[in-house]
C-alpha cells in the first residue's frame, strides 16, 4: 500500500471459536490450536487430521480413475512401439513446462522418437494454433500430445486430425461447450467427468498420464524399479506446477506438492540440481515459498521474457554443465524481469488513479499501452489487485494491432465468466474462476472494458471493494508455544485452499518503538506484550507502520505464527498481516 500506513484498510473476518477443537485435538494428539486450524479447513476427526498432516503417496487417486488416460496410455505405447514421431506441446508456464518434461522424460527412458514444441509467449500466445500444428505435422510427427493447453482449440485439433496426426489432449482448464474432436482427453472434468479430484493442475494430469504409460510398457499394474524411481522423482516436477498454477493445495495436490518438495532436494536430475544451486537453496529445507517466489520465477521467466523452450531442456536433456549455463541465464531474465515488471507496475497504477479507476463507483480496471511487455502483465495485474481490491485486467498492444490481456480477480467474481459475457468484444479468451487471458483488437479495448465494469459494477457490492483479511482464530501469545508452532507448521505447504493460518492477538502492548528494517527500510520490526508475555514480530513491506505507531500504546494484531531458525537458535516469531489500534 503506498502512502501513510492506515488502519482499518481491511475488513477482518474472524472465525468464530469451534467448541469441537479440545475433542479433536485429545483424539489426535495435536495441539488445540492446531485443531481449531483444521475445523476451519472443514478437516474433522483424527483419522482426517492424521491424514492432513501426514499425506502419504498412496494418497494420490489410481490414474484409472482420470478420464481417458487408459486409452491415451495405450496409443502413446503403440506409438513407441512401432516408432512413430511424438511431439509434446506444452503451455509457456511452470504447470506446462514442468508437465511437458515428465512426458518427455518417461518417453526418452523407452527409446521413443519424441521431440517437444512450447510456443512462443509473445509470437504465438496461450494454447495450440494453426501454424504451429502445420510446423509439427511437417515434422512427421504422427502423435501431438498437449499438456496444460488445448480442451478449448477445436479448429487446431481438427486441422491436426486432417493433416494425419493422432491427438491426446491432457489439461486441466476450464471446458468449453464444444470439446475438441481429439483421440483422447485426459481431463478432470471435461465431458461431464468426475475425477475426486477436479483440482489437479496440468503437471498432475501429466503425472498421471506418465504413470499409465509406464504401466502400460511394464505390462502390469506394479512398474519396474526403473519407472517407479522416474515417477517418484517425476512428483517432484509436478510439485513445482502444482505450486506454481497455485491450485488448491488440499486432498491429492497436497500429497504431491509435499512429497515433492521432501524430494526435491535430492533428485539426480542435473537440471533441477543447478536450478536450485543458482537460487542459492542448495541443502535447504524446500517449502511452497521457495518454489512459488524463488525457483517458479525463475522457470517462467524463460516464457516471459525469451523463450520457454530453454526451461524444459533445463528440466530434461540439461547435463551438469548445461544445467548451470541455463540456469544462470534464467536468474538474470528472471532480474530483467523484475525490472520491466516494477516499471509497469508504476507506471498502471500511476494511470489508475489518475483515470479514478480507485472511485467507489469504479469496480474493475481496464488498462492497456502499446509500450508494454505482454510476458509481465499477468503479475502486474496481481500487485494492482492487492493494492486496489479489484478484478484488474491489463492489455499488452502489439506491433499488429492486437492486444494480449491478462486479468486476475477478487473472490466472488469469476473472471472467466466475466470475460465469457464480453466475449463479443474479444478474439480469443480463457481463464478460470481468478485469472484469465484474452485476446483483443486494439479498436475495441474501450467497448471490451465497459462491457466489464458494467458487469463489475452488476456483481460487486461495496464491501466486497475493501480487501477482506480472513483470520483463522483468535489466541494469544501464550499460546503460541514453540511446540504449538511447530504443529502448525506440520500444515504446509500452505498456498490455495490451505492458506499459511493467520492469527488474532487482541490488546498488544507495545514494548519498543517500533523500527524500519532492511537495506531500504520496507520492513517494520518490533516487540510485542500480553499478560507478561512478549514476542517479536515483522511486518514485511510494512515500513510505513514504523511512522505511524509513534505514540500509541496498545494495539491488535493479525499475524501468521512461524519458527524463525537462525544461528543455530529457534524461536517463535509473528509475521504481521495487519495491525489495528
Given at each position: 500500500?503506498?502512502g501513510?500506513?492506515?488502519p482499518?484498510s481491511?475488513?477482518?473476518i ?17 495441539h ?21 498432516l501426514?499425506?502419504k ?11 481417458a ?14 516408432g ?11 504447470d ?15 527409446n ?25 505435422a ?12 488445448g ?12 493433416l ?15 470439446l ?10 471435461a ?10 493442475a ?5 503425472l ?7 504401466r502400460?510398457l ?41 512429497h515433492?518438495?521432501r ?13 536450485i ?5 542448495t ?15 525463475r ?8 523463450h ?5 531442456e533445463?528440466l ?36 489508475v ?8 463507483d469504479?469496480?474493475?480496471?481496464v488498462?492497456?499501452s ?8 499477468g503479475?502486474?495485474?496481481s ?140 520492513t ?16 514485511f ?36 498481516k495487519?495491525?489495528?489500534?
Amino acid at each position: 500500500m503506498a502512502g501513510a500506513w492506515t488502519p482499518n484498510s481491511k475488513r477482518w473476518i474472524i472465525a468464530p471459536p469451534d467448541a469441537r477443537a479440545e475433542g479433536l485435538a485429545r483424539a489426535a494428539g495435536i495441539h488445540p490450536l492446531v485443531a481449531s486450524l483444521l475445523l476451519g479447513r472443514g478437516v474433522d476427526g483424527a483419522e482426517a487430521a492424521k491424514a492432513f498432516l501426514q499425506p502419504k503417496l498412496s494418497d494420490l487417486h489410481d490414474p484409472d480413475l482420470l478420464p481417458a488416460s487408459r486409452a491415451a496410455a495405450e496409443r502413446v505405447s503403440r506409438a513407441v512401439a512401432e516408432g512413430e514421431k511424438i511431439v509434446i506441446y506444452g503451455d509457456y508456464d511452470v504447470d506446462g513446462i514442468t508437465g511437458t518434461a515428465i512426458l518427455h522424460a518417461v518417453l526418452k527412458m523407452v527409446n521413443a522418437d519424441v521431440g517437444f514444441y512450447v510456443p512462443h509467449r509473445l509470437e504465438e500466445g496461450y494454447g495450440l494454433n494453426g501454424q504451429a500444428v502445420r510446423t509439427i505435422a511437417e515434422s512427421g510427427a504422427k502423435l501431438m500430445v498437449t499438456v496444460d493447453c488445448g480442451i478449448s482449440a477445436v479448429a487446431p485439433v481438427a486441422e491436426a486430425r486432417s493433416l494425419g496426426m493422432d491427438v491426446i489432449i491432457t489439461d486441466h482448464h476450464t471446458p468449453g461447450d464444444e470439446l475438441p474432436e481429439a483421440n483422447a482427453i485426459v481431463h478432470p472434468t471435461a465431458g461431464g467427468a468426475a475425477y475426486p479430484n477436479p483440482d489437479i493442475a496440468g503437471a498432475g494430469v501429466a503425472l498421471k498420464l506418465a504413470w499409465q504409460v509406464a504401466r502400460v510398457l511394464c505390462g502390469a499394474h506394479r512398474v519396474d524399479e526403473p519407472m517407479r524411481e522416474f515417477l517418484l522423482e517425476a512428483t517432484c516436477m509436478a510439485a513445482l506446477g502444482t505450486i506454481a498454477d497455485v491450485v488448491p493445495l488440499v486432498g491429492e495436490n497436497r500429497a504431491i506438492a509435499m512429497h515433492g518438495l521432501r524430494g526435491l532436494p535430492h533428485v539426480k536430475r542435473p537440471g533441477i540440481r543447478a536450478l536450485i544451486e543458482s537460487a542459492g537453496l542448495t541443502g535447504e529445507r524446500l517449502d511452497a515459498y521457495h518454489v512459488g517466489f524463488v525457483l517458479a520465477p525463475r522457470i517462467n521467466a524463460a516464457g516471459r521474457m525469451g523463450h520457454a523452450r530453454l526451461a524444459v531442456e533445463l528440466l530434461t536433456s540439461a547435463d551438469a554443465q548445461r544445467g548451470a549455463e541455463i540456469a544462470g541465464y534464467l536468474a538474470q531474465q528472471n532480474t530483467d524481469r523484475q525490472k520491466v515488471e516494477r516499471a509497469i507496475a508504476e507506471q498502471a497504477a500511476a494511470m489508475v488513479i489518475e483515470r479514478g479507476l480507485d472511485r467507489p463507483d469504479r469496480r474493475a480496471i481496464v488498462l492497456c499501452s502499446e509500450k508494454w511487455h505482454s510476458g509481465v502483465i499477468g503479475i502486474v495485474a496481481s500487485r494492482l489487485v492487492r493494492r486496489f481490491g479489484r478484478p484488474t485486467i491489463l492489455i499488452a498492444i502489439n506491433g499488429d494491432g492486437v492486444g494480449q490481456g491478462s486479468g486476475r480477480s477478487i473472490r466472488g467474481f469469476h473472471m472467466r465468466d466475466a470475460l465469457a459475457a464480453c466475449g463479443e468484444h474479444l478474439l480469443s479468451f480463457g481463464g478460470h474462476a481468478m485469472a484469465g487471458g484474452l485476446r483483443v483488437e486494439a479498436g475495441k479495448v474501450d467497448a471490451f472494458a465497459e462491457a466489464l465494469l458494467a458487469r463489475a459494477a452488476a456483481e460487486i457490492s461495496e464491501q466486497q471493494l475493501t480487501p477482506a483479511l480472513h483470520i483463522d482464530a483468535e489466541t494469544s501469545i501464550a499460546a503460541l508455544t514453540h511446540a504449538a508452532v511447530l504443529d502448525i507448521e506440520h500444515m504446509a505447504p500452505f498456498g490455495q485452499g490451505n492458506p499459511a493460518p493467520v492469527v488474532m492477538l487482541r490488546g498488544c502492548e507495545l514494548l519498543n518503538e517500533p523500527k524500519r528494517m532492511g537495506r531500504t527500510g520496507t520492513t517494520v520490526g518490533l516487540y510485542l506484550g500480553q499478560n507478561g508475555r512478549s514476542m517479536r514480530a515483522v511486518g514485511f513491506g510494512m515500513g510505513e507502520l514504523a511512522d505511524a505507531l509513534r505514540g500509541v500504546n496498545r494495539v491488535d494484531v493479525a499475524a501468521e505464527p512461524n519458527l524463525n531458525r537462525f544461528n543455530g537458535r529457534t524461536s517463535v516469531e509473528l509475521r504481521l498481516k495487519d495491525v489495528r489500534w
